[in-house]
Every structure is written in C-alpha cells, then in structure tokens.
C-alpha cells in the first residue's frame, strides 16, 4: 500500500473539491500499489491542498478509459484526447473520500525538495 504525490493545475484541483473531478488520469501506471493520492496544486498556489483515497484503478485504452469515465472525469473529451493523444494506454484513478486541507502544506512537510513532473510515492 502506497500514497503518491500528483502534481495538478488548480482548475483540476477546484474539480476535484467540488466533486466534479472523480478520477485522475495518468499517462504512464505504478509499479506500486496505489491506495492514496496527496494534490500539489500548481503555480500559482504551489502548495500541497488535500487529498483522497484511491476507490479504483482503470488502465486500459484511452477510449476505454473515457468511455468508463466520462461522467465523472471533469474535463472535457477534448482535453482528454488532447492529453492522451499518441497513446495507446492510460490510467485513470477512482477518487474518494477526498479532504481539503484547511492549512495548505508545504513539500518539504512530506520530505520532498520539488514537485514532481508525474508522480513521487510518498514516505510510508
């Protein structure tokens, strides 16, 4: 059991909190189990914002993906294939119990110097 840190843009981050984003997608999957995920929100917030537990992992074809998703992905198909555009695979992950934090953190709070560009598992 595993918790990584996602790096999000803060529109993301909004969708997520208000319950319209229930998965997050991923181009490439973990090697680790997956059973919490913790939000960076990008600039211009650059802190750590809450996070949530893992409901389900989905990996397949992106259409799969989409077609699995789609009521609860939080963006656009357009932003969707716009990301997923050249691949063959994907990953989405159920979200639950999702928290805000009422006092954003910061990186160094979990023993990280930067933000990741895709994910980083996190101290157990």
């Not at 969708?15 to 059973?35: A, D, L, P, W, Y």
């Not at 917030?45 to 789609?70: C, N, Q, Y």
């Not at 990301?83 to 990186?107: C, M, P, Q, T, W």
């Amino acid at each position: 059991m595993s918790a990584i840190l996602l790096s999000i843009n803060p529109e993301h981050i909004a969708n997520i909190f208000n319950g319209t984003k229930r998965f997050e997608f991923r181009k490439v999957s973990c090697k680790r189990e997956v059973t919490r995920i913790v939000f960076y929100c990008t600039s211009p917030i650059m802190k750590i914002v809450g996070e949530a537990e893992v409901d389900e992992i989905i990996e397949g074809h992106p259409d799969e993906l989409w077609s699995r998703t789609l009521a609860s992905a939080g963006i656009s198909r357009k932003f969707f294939d716009e990301y997923y555009n050249g691949r063959s695979r994907g990953v989405a992950f159920g979200l639950k119990n999702i928290i805000e934090f009422e006092e954003h953190r910061d990186l160094s709070d979990y023993g990280i110097s930067a933000p990741p560009q895709s994910f980083v598992y996190l101290p157990e």
